[in-house]
């Protein structure tokens, strides 16, 4: 079976960075397209970036050009690098995975879920 677990939450202040990892068990990440997700609270989840096997990516434009996300085959792991951080930005970060490549980052269209990280942004 495949496990996602994500790790390197925590509270930080405007205007920071923080990088959230996701470590993939029970499959080689190269044969996974990865993303992720995020929800705040009281509100909807929502797309946050995507990363397909061969390295492309796609992002939200809420974070595009301050989120980066990457992954390394070596370890089995995906990053979120998360920089000029803001209060909107508080959310429970959850990564995703799905074995085709193809441009529908809905939540639906991922098979493989992580349980969340809580990242926190005081303003």
């Known amino acids: 079976q495949v496990q996602l677990m994500e790790s390197g939450g925590g509270l930080v202040q405007a205007g920071d960075s923080l990088r959230l990892s996701c470590l993939v068990s029970?499959?080689?990440?190269?044969?996974?397209?990865m993303a992720w997700f995020r929800q705040a609270p009281g509100s909807r989840r929502e797309f946050v970036a995507h990363?397909?096997?061969?390295?492309?990516?796609a992002y939200a434009d809420s974070v595009k050009d301050r989120f980066t996300i990457s992954r390394d085959n070596f370890k089995n792991m995906a990053f979120l690098e998360m920089s000029s951080l803001k209060p909107e930005d508080t959310a429970v970060y959850t990564c995703?995975?799905?074995?085709?490549?193809?441009?529908?980052?809905?939540?639906?269209?991922?098979?493989?879920w992580g349980e969340g990280a809580q990242v926190v942004v005081s303003s």
């Open positions: 995703a995975g799905r074995n085709l490549e193809y441009s529908d980052y809905s939540a639906r269209e991922y098979e493989f």
């Open positions: 990363i397909n096997r061969g390295g492309s990516t």
């Open positions: 029970g499959r080689n990440l190269n044969s996974l397209a």
